[in-house]
């Protein structure tokens, strides 16, 4: 409206009526009750609607009688189109009824014209009440956005929620703590909380909880505690728990935010034996990792920690860190390097594990908890190894959360859902605003005049419901329809419990009743909640191996050096140790690629039933003695199908392993290999599979198998059955992932309590597809004598590569990056024969290295190297047409022979340039 009544009691008047004296009268009452009056006056309903479109009165006054239309016509178009402007009827003598009509269609009051004198009161009444309606929704806005962060944020919040009295009763329990504690919400709650946490002498939860007792604040000194928690079935689990009072009208309450610290603690566990030869594996951790020596200067500092205090490592390696997190522009207390946590641990010699609040180089505070251990070298602190992880969200959750409790009584009595008492008959006893509004009432009182049958859409679906409701003292989300006033059909969720005594027919019931619109949001938010957890589950998984391999690596190269030092012999069994565990690195990225169905496999004529007779040794160590492995192949079978072994033999190995799974208590494992020939009337019906021979592969077991939802979703990515810390649901996601790269075809069929059968079928090939398999590559000689210039930014693979060409009668020229290979090229491009160079390169990288020399010197033979899949380097145009590629980590053998097939190809051209004709190269090999 723009204006101020009680201040400059000014309004503007849309005035309906047929003779200009009774509107004068109409805006001369106003002005002697105290208005300023700015008057537009219509006679006929099409002027009274266009008024109603473009202006914008503060005040409609109506007169009933009009010679071609009504008041109440047009009280009834007002409330349709400008239902916030109040309306006074100001009319001639008129029946008690017509007057109770139009305050029922909303008119504000009905004002006769023989006392004009009352106009002024009832507009300002009427005026006054619109106010108030309109800071009252105001209100109810903010409150509705107020519960829906606070919902949001409990119910999305990554961490354990849960709230419990001074007996240590369960009150509450959020979705996060279904996932840790694997309870549902209705087996914890009414649980005592230590079913779910464990005492001890230092960290004693039953002290903290009298504490609260004693004084119910929000701030408990001494948090976060460090307990232990327990799962279904007594699973241990490190926990981190943050406690904080409050008060509910039933007495003090507590609630608990409690962090699952299994990985955390298992890294920090690792971090103390780690020595400087690990520190770029450091680079990929999820938490900032810092080095300090005795003085407390940063020697190392992980990309996690740079970004977390807004520094670049030249500005913080070498720095003194209490300076730089504690002296900055934002810390007004100005920590004294006495009372800093993060140089305790040097002082005292001992761990440290506390919150503290660093300063990032613009000022902006970080919340962090830090965990820093000392190191020590003759019984003497030479630095310390700090574990940092910024905390905002869990800081902002802490005091959200005791905000919103703090708010807890008042967002109950207005709360934005429906609630309701009522007697079992369906006599209403009580009714919040929330529910008035929900269904459409205007009063509370009208609402519960109406009576709940009358809002079931079906009045025999509330017999059913009150049927089901009665069968438990609780009942959650029971759906159904309702009616609001107007007749609309609305779908609701019920939830509440009985009232009376428990075992006895009930007296009625308390209900919460919630629009399921919001339901589909939900829903969302918690898959989301779910993917991300297997992402983390398979990072850390895959962690785990990749750590194990580069054990190996490490650990045999260190005992390699010392033979070496030493003047001892290096033992081959070192060596091929080494090999292994590569080998074994490259299996784990074909792993995830092959769940991507990125992965870049080698196919090649292969038979499938000596692959199987080969992997029964270790099937046979993999399975427990409990389970029967019986391997049966079809007699004479000589087919061969275009596959990679590797493969294979992985697919095969995700199988058995579900399988030992399903048969805890042992069983038999039956592996099959049978050619099957499909005619077309199969393939009609099959359309993924062609007519002709295929190699069919099942894997048989006779455990617990599985329902029809289940056997839905099995190759769905993320899927499992398994516990959260069991399996991410990516086996059978790379089993179906590596059979479509094979041209082949994954399928299952399973009952409960009859086992699970997996079949792969793999495309017979043809004597043609053989022979054209079997040409590719080169046989030839893999020695030369001629000169190759070798590009490569690492040191230990550049010299490698220079031994094992060297080794093979080649010349060989090095370069450790683009800018060098151009001045080696220049001094020496009359004699070198071909560039090896690396794709990604520092200053100049090799593309543009590539397309630089032959700018300058002409075309050249050029082998490139590279580290990723052929899809992405094709995704980003960074391979042009006819380019050789090896893919890291390559073999010997592999790179001769690219090598020697170039060299003995016809003399190169110009090649396209980065971005251009980007198709697959023949001469792509690698692992």
Not at 250 to 277: C, F, K, N, Q, Y
Not at 375 to 381: A, C, G, S
Request: with cysteine; proline share 5%.
């Amino acid at each position: 409206m723009g204006k101020t009544l009680r201040s400059e009691e000014w309004v503007r008047l849309l005035i309906l009526e047929d003779r200009p004296e009774d509107a004068d009268l109409a805006v001369l009452s106003m002005k002697k009750g105290g208005f300023s009056v700015d008057c537009v006056r219509v006679e006929t309903e099409e002027d009274f609607r266009k008024e109603l479109l473009v202006s914008d009165p503060d005040l409609i006054i109506c007169d009933y009688s009009l010679p071609s239309y009504d008041g109440y016509s047009g009280l009834l178009l007002a409330r349709s189109l400008a239902p916030e402007i109040p309306v006074v009827m100001f009319t001639g003598p008129q029946n008690e009824e017509i007057a109770a009509q139009c305050l029922r269609a909303g008119a504000r009051d009905y004002v006769l014209k023989d006392k004009p004198a009352r106009l002024p009161q009832a507009a300002r009444a009427a005026l006054e009440a619109r106010e108030a309606e309109r800071h009252a929704n105001l209100a109810q806005r903010r409150l509705e956005e107020s519960e829906e962060r606070f919902r949001s944020l409990v119910e999305t919040a990554n961490d354990a929620i849960l709230s419990f009295d001074m007996e240590g009763i369960v009150r509450f329990w959020n979705p996060a703590a279904v996932d840790t504690f694997d309870y549902l919400a209705d087996e914890a709650v009414g649980q005592d909380i230590g079913s779910f946490l464990e005492d001890d002498e230092q960290n004693s939860l039953e002290r903290w909880i009298k504490s609260v007792g004693a004084d119910p604040g929000p701030d408990l000194p001494g948090m976060p505690l460090r307990l232990t928690g327990l799962r279904e079935g007594g699973i241990r689990f490190p926990a981190e728990v943050s406690l904080s009072g409050w008060e509910a009208d039933s007495g003090p309450m507590v609630t608990a935010i409690i962090r699952d610290t299994t990985a955390r603690d298992a890294a920090r566990m690792a971090l103390e034996t780690l020595s400087a030869e690990y520190e770029l594996l450091l680079n990929t951790a999820g938490e900032g990792i810092l080095g300090l020596d005795r003085d407390g200067h940063v020697t190392f500092a992980n990309p996690v920690a740079l970004d977390m205090v807004g520094l670049q490592a030249d500005e913080f390696l070498g720095r003194n860190l209490h300076q730089l997190v504690h002296a900055a522009e934002g810390d007004q207390d100005q920590t004294e390097d006495g009372d800093c946590l993060v140089t305790e641990s040097l002082r005292t010699g001992e761990p440290v594990r506390a919150e503290d609040v660093f300063f990032r180089k613009d000022g902006t505070p970080v919340p962090v908890a830090l965990s820093s251990t000392p190191i020590r070298e003759n019984d003497e602190v030479v630095g310390a190894v700090m574990i940092l992880e910024d905390i905002t969200a869990r800081k902002d959750q802490e005091e959200a959360l005791r905000a919103s409790e703090a708010e807890y009584r008042e967002l109950i009595e207005n709360a934005p859902y429906g609630i309701y008492r009522s007697t079992f008959d369906g006599r209403f006893l009580s009714v919040n605003p929330a529910l008035v509004e929900i269904l459409g009432y205007s009063s509370e009182q009208e609402l519960m005049q109406a009576g709940l049958p009358n809002l079931y859409a079906d009045a025999g679906v509330r017999t059913g419901a009150l049927a089901e409701a009665s069968l438990h003292e609780r009942f959650i989300g029971l759906e159904t329809q309702w009616k609001k006033q107007d007749g609309t059909i609305i779908d609701v969720s019920l939830s509440g419990r009985k009232m009376g005594p428990i075992g006895e027919r009930p007296e009625g019931f308390e209900v919460m009743v919630q629009d399921l619109t919001e339901k589909t949001n939900l829903e969302a938010q918690l898959r989301q909640a779910q993917k991300m957890e297997a992402v983390g589950q398979l990072t850390g998984g895959i962690a785990h191996d990749f750590n194990n391999v580069l054990a190996v690596v490490l650990l045999n190269s260190e005992l390699m050096a010392i033979s070496l030092e030493q003047g001892e012999a290096v033992e081959l069994e070192d060596v091929l140790a080494i090999r292994d565990a590569a080998k074994r690195a490259s299996g784990i990225t074909k792993k995830l690629l092959g769940f991507s169905r990125r992965a870049e496999l080698t196919l090649e004529p292969t038979l499938l039933n000596k692959v199987l007779e080969e992997l029964q040794v270790m099937l046979r160590s993999l399975l427990p003695e409990s389970i029967d492995v019986q391997v049966r192949i079809e007699p004479h079978l000589h087919d061969l199908v275009m596959a990679d072994a590797g493969a294979v033999e992985q697919m095969i190995l995700n199988l058995c392993t579900n399988a030992r799974d399903a048969m805890p208590d042992g069983g038999r494992l039956t592996l099959r290999l049978t050619r099957e020939m499909l005619d077309e009337a199969f393939c009609r019906l099959n359309s993924q599979f062609t007519p002709g021979a295929w190699m069919k592969l099942e894997c048989e077991d006779t455990g617990s198998g599985m329902e029809p939802e289940t056997l839905e979703r099995i190759f769905d990515p993320f899927f499992t059955t398994k516990p959260p810390s069991s399996g991410t649901g990516l086996g059978l996601a790379m089993v179906y992932g590596l059979a479509k790269q094979q041209a082949g075809h994954v399928s299952a069929i399973s009952e409960p309590g009859r086992g699970t059968t997996f079949q792969i079928f793999f495309p017979v090939i043809t004597p043609e597809t053989e022979e054209a398999a079997s040409d590719s590559g080169w046989e030839g000689d893999l020695t030369g004598s001629e000169t190759i210039l070798v590009v490569e930014d690492d040191e230990h693979l550049r010299r490698a590569v220079a031994l094992a060409l060297g080794k093979h009668g080649y010349r060989v020229l090095l370069a450790a990056d683009g800018e060098e290979g151009m001045k080696v090229y220049a001094e020496h491009h009359d004699s070198i024969d071909l560039v090896f160079s690396d794709l990604v390169l520092p200053k100049l990288d090799g593309m543009n290295f590539l397309e630089r020399l032959q700018g300058e010197f002409g075309p050249a033979r050029f082998v490139l190297a590279s580290g990723y899949s052929s899809a992405e380097t094709e995704a980003n145009g960074s391979q042009p047409t006819g380019l050789p590629v090896v893919r890291k980590p390559w073999r010997l053998r592999d790179l001769l022979s690219t090598i020697r097939a170039v060299l003995e190809s016809e003399p190169p051209g110009l090649l396209a340039s980065v971005g251009e004709n980007k198709k697959r190269t023949p001469f792509e090999v690698g692992t």
